[in-house]
C-alpha cells in the first residue's frame, strides 16, 4: 500500500527511514548537547533528549501517515471514477443490445433469420484468412446498404446482369409479375442458363395463379419472323404466362421514348436494366436497378398497361389457297 501512494520523485521506504531515525537521532543528539552545556544533570540531559527526539519522531511519522492517507484517499477516488465510467459503458451498451433485440422483435422479418444472421456473423474472426474476412466484410456492408436503400423506399443499382434479385422476386411474388421484353436486352436469354431459371420462376408462379404477363417489343417488323421468338412465344403461353406483341413502331409518339425494359413485380417494385448498345447481336446488360419510388412505379405500371393494350397476340398469316389443287 505503501509503495503504491507514494508519489514519483519522492524518496523510497528505505531511505525514509533512514532519514527518520537519523532525525530522531539528531535532535536527541542536539537536545543533549544543549542541555549539558546549560550544566543540567546528566539525568535530565538523557530524559530531555529522549522525549524531544520522541516527539521528533511522531512528528515525522504523522506528516508520513497523512501523505500516505491522502495518496489512499485518491486511489479510491480514482477507482470509484472508473469504476462508475466502466458500469456506465457497461449499462449503455446493455441498454443498446435490449433497443436493438427489441427492434428485431418488432421487425417484420423472421426473428430467428436475424439472429441466425448475427450469430453465424460471430463465427468470422480477424484471424481467418484475410481474404475470407475481408470478403465477408464487404458482403455484410452491401446486405446493409441493400436494406436501407428497401426500407427508405429508394433505388437499389447493381452494375451489370444480375441474377439473384431476378430470380428470388420471381420466386417470392404475390399477386403479379408484368414484364416487357426488350430485343437488346433478352437476345438469347431464354435459351441462357439464367433464362431458363427464370422462366422456371414464372412457371411456378403463374402455375400457383399468380398473374404473370410479358410483352415482347418487336423493334422491326420483320422480327415477327424470327423462328427462336415464336417458340419461346409459344413456350410461355403453354406455360400459362399472358404473352403479347408489340410492333414499336406502333406506339404512340408520346410513349415511344418511355419503353425500356423492365419488370413489375406486385406493382409495388420495378426491375429495370439499361443495355450498353441497342443492337441485339452486341448488347450486353450495363446495370440493373431495383426501383421502389412510389411515382416511379406508378409511371411504370401505366406504361404497362398502355403497351399492353395495344399489344396483340402473334399473328399468323393465312395460307394462299393453290386454285390448281382446287
Not at 456506465?88 to 423472421?110: H, N, P, V
Request: hydrophobic share 40%.
Amino acid at each position: 500500500m505503501i509503495a503504491l501512494t507514494r508519489n514519483p520523485g519522492t524518496e523510497s521506504d528505505g531511505s525514509s527511514v533512514i532519514r527518520t531515525a537519523v532525525l530522531t537521532i539528531a535532535t536527541g543528539g542536539v537536545t543533549f548537547l544543549i542541555t549539558n552545556g546549560l550544566n543540567q544533570p546528566q539525568g535530565i540531559c538523557i530524559m530531555l533528549s529522549i522525549l524531544i527526539g520522541g516527539i521528533a519522531l511522531m512528528v515525522r511519522f504523522l506528516v508520513d501517515f497523512e501523505k500516505r492517507l491522502a495518496g489512499v484517499e485518491q486511489i479510491e477516488k480514482d477507482g470509484m471514477a472508473d469504476m462508475k465510467k466502466l458500469v456506465g459503458d457497461a449499462f449503455s451498451e446493455i441498454s443498446e443490445a435490449t433497443a436493438l433485440y427489441g427492434l428485431i422483435e418488432a421487425s417484420a422479418l423472421q426473428t430467428d433469420l436475424v439472429t441466425q444472421l448475427v450469430r453465424n456473423s460471430t463465427q468470422i474472426s480477424p484471424t481467418s484468412p484475410p481474404i475470407i474476412y475481408q470478403f465477408v466484410q464487404a458482403k455484410m456492408k452491401e446486405m446493409a446498404d441493400f436494406l436501407k436503400q428497401l426500407a427508405e423506399g429508394g433505388t437499389v443499382t447493381y452494375y451489370g446482369e444480375d441474377r439473384e434479385w431476378l430470380l428470388g422476386l420471381t420466386r417470392n411474388a404475390t399477386v403479379s409479375v408484368d414484364a416487357i421484353s426488350m430485343a437488346a436486352v433478352d437476345h438469347d436469354l431464354w435459351n441462357s442458363e439464367i433464362g431458363q431459371r427464370y422462366l422456371d420462376a414464372q412457371r411456378r408462379a403463374a402455375r400457383d395463379g399468380r398473374r404473370v404477363r410479358r410483352i415482347f417489343v418487336l423493334d422491326e417488323p420483320a422480327m415477327a419472323d424470327d423462328p427462336m421468338l415464336r417458340r419461346a412465344y409459344e413456350e410461355q403461353q403453354r406455360m400459362n404466362i399472358e404473352v403479347r406483341m408489340l410492333d414499336r413502331q406502333s406506339v404512340p409518339t408520346p410513349l415511344q421514348v418511355q419503353v425500356r425494359d423492365l419488370i413489375l413485380f406486385d406493382d409495388i417494385l420495378s426491375y429495370e436494366t439499361t443495355p450498353t448498345t441497342n443492337n441485339p447481336e452486341q448488347a450486353q446488360v450495363a446495370e440493373t436497378r431495383l426501383v421502389l419510388t412510389e411515382s416511379r412505379v406508378k409511371e411504370c405500371a401505366l406504361l404497362f398497361r398502355e403497351l399492353w393494350d395495344i399489344a396483340h397476340e402473334w399473328r399468323v398469316e393465312a395460307p394462299v389457297p393453290d386454285h390448281r389443287n382446287v
